[in-house]
C-alpha cells in the first residue's frame, strides 16, 4: 500500500501535478503554494488599489499580510479617489495639426 500525504492528495484534488523539489520537505511545498497564491491575490488588489488612486504597494502590503477577502471587500467599497479623465478612458485623443 503507498502512503499519500496531505500535500499530495491536496494536489490531486486541484487537478494539480505533484512533484518533489530537492531540498525542499513536502510540508513545505503546501507553505510554499500558499505564500505563491497570497503574492498573486496581493497583485490584484494592489492593481486595482492604483486604478482606484490608492497606493498599490499599501494595498499589496496590507493583503499579503493580513485577510485576502476583506482587503478586496474594502477595496471594492471604497470610492475613487479622483475621476478619471477622457484620456484615461482611451476615449479622445488630441487632433493632430494640419498646417
Known sequence: ????????AV???FGLPYFEI????PEMHLTLLVII???????VVGYFAKRKGYSFWLFFVVTFL???????????????????????????????NDL
Open 66 to 96: 493580513l485577510d485576502i477577502l476583506a482587503s478586496a471587500v474594502i477595496m471594492i467599497a471604497i470610492p475613487r479617489r479622483y475621476e478619471r479623465t477622457e484620456g484615461e478612458l482611451g476615449a479622445s485623443r488630441k487632433p493632430e
Open 22 to 25: 530537492p531540498g525542499v520537505s
Open 11 to 13: 494536489m490531486f484534488g
Open 37 to 43: 497564491f497570497r503574492l498573486i491575490a496581493a497583485l
Open 1 to 8: 500500500m503507498v502512503a499519500v500525504t496531505y500535500l499530495e
